[in-house]
């Protein structure tokens, strides 16, 4: 068992998280997750109100620690949604992508309402923002996260982002882990735990369509790619400085770097586009996942996720202090 400022203020068994990934992370993947003694969140993003009384409620039936993502400033956009997700009573809620006076905001409604609030940083400057908002737990989320990400990459993030929190505050670590050897190098840099998506997407329970799932165990790191077409034909308007990482196909081929003439083209190609995306076309469909591919090669049940991260980061961690403290080592 690994305990840590996570688990204890969580009350969960183990440091281990499943990221709130759109159209992916569900009530049944949540479920599963928290079940196994993680934390389960289940993606809400955009907010749609059909998928929130779905997904969430079914959430909230299972009990347990759960969670739900929301994405800061499209629910700024959509009124009374926000009430919705909180009429569910979450005991987490994880906050992503909000400028200052979102995170304040969000952070504060969220509080109020009896939950738990997780904020994701890209930068020890988002870091102290959330902070001063109350965050009762930081996620330092790195460039090599699949779907949507800032620059700086996690290995230098975390422990920059640790002494931001000066101990008081819990860090999750994300963007790059996938196994336990990753959960014990996250430890090693002051962080109390992972957030995994890559790694949960592709397992029994996750929402994932059949072909997503088939690409992610037989894609490899080389073949993602950052952009913004899927946001563009979508008509969503992410802030600058966001892409998002997918598995490349032919529509990120064709589109990928011409933001502009796609935006203009957008009511003659989205049509086509999205008939391809609800029937699981991978060559035009967004299949999000992060520089973890190459460690993916199989879809489990999530549960066995979770425990095999622990138990490998146990054994991992176990054999570094034996051999600190094995012959020779000074007394």
Known sequence: MISTKLTDLLGIDHPVVCAPMGSVSGGRLTGAVTRAGGLGLVGVSYGDAAFIDEHVAQAADAGGVWGVGCVMFTFDDRPGLWDKVLGYSPPVIALSF?????????????????????????????????????????VAQGA??????????????????????????????AGGFADGRGLAAALALGADGVMMGTRFAATEESLATAGFKSHLISARTADTVNTHAFDVVRGIQWPAGHPARSVSNDFTRAWTGRDAELAARRATVEPEWAAAVARDDTSQRPMFAGEVLDLIRDIRPAAQ???????????????LTRQINGPGAAA
């Open 98 to 138: 909000g400028d200052a006076a979102q995170v304040h905001k969000y952070v504060a409604s969220a509080a109020d309402a009896g939950s738990q609030v997780v904020v994701q940083v890209h930068d020890p400057e988002q870091a102290a923002v959330a902070v001063q908002a109350g965050a009762s737990v930081l």
């Open 144 to 173: 090599e996260a699949g779907g949507h990400h800032r620059t700086q990459a996690t290995l230098p993030l975390i422990p920059a982002v640790v002494e931001v929190a000066e101990g008081v505050v819990p860090v999750v670590a």
């Open 305 to 319: 996720v979770v425990h095999s991260v622990v138990a490998d980061a146990e054994r991992i961690l176990t054999g």
